[in-house]
């Protein structure tokens, strides 16, 4: 069965970093593009990063760019999204989902998708 299993949330102090994870299980992710989304209390979900198979990157969130770094492991099957200086405001479950070898700004092109971790931002 083809899964993605997110982790590395919790709650972290404003201007902290953390790196999140997201590892697929069933399935190699060699030959996908890989984004990373997240849906802060009251919103709607936003993409904020993707990666393509060929390693290319792309940020979807103005304000991120800059904060957020997406990179990949392919020999461990991971994504990672490293997110710099940390605002209240990035509080959210954070997502991964997977599409085949490029990425789109379009999130119902992305399937399947984990479970979402969870990212609080509070002093």
């Known amino acids: 069965q083809s899964q993605l299993v997110e982790s590395g949330g919790g709650l972290v102090q404003p201007g902290e970093s953390v790196r999140l994870s997201c590892t697929a299980s069933?399935?190699?992710?060699?030959?996908?593009?890989i984004g990373w989304f997240r849906q802060g209390p009251g919103k709607e979900r936003e993409g904020v990063s993707c990666?393509?198979?060929?390693?290319?990157?792309?940020t979807y969130l103005d304000v991120g760019k800059g904060r957020f770094t997406i990179s990949r492991d392919n020999a461990k099957n991971t994504v990672y999204l490293q997110i710099h200086h940390l605002k209240p405001e990035d509080t959210a479950v954070y997502y991964c989902?997977?599409?085949?070898?490029?990425?789109?700004?379009?999130?119902?092109?992305?399937?399947?998708w984990g479970q979402g971790t969870q990212v609080t931002v509070s002093s």
């Open positions: 989902a997977v599409r085949i070898y490029y990425c789109l700004a379009n999130q119902s092109f992305f399937d399947p």
């Open positions: 069933g399935f190699s992710l060699d030959n996908y593009a």
């Open positions: 990666i393509s198979s060929l390693g290319d990157t792309t």
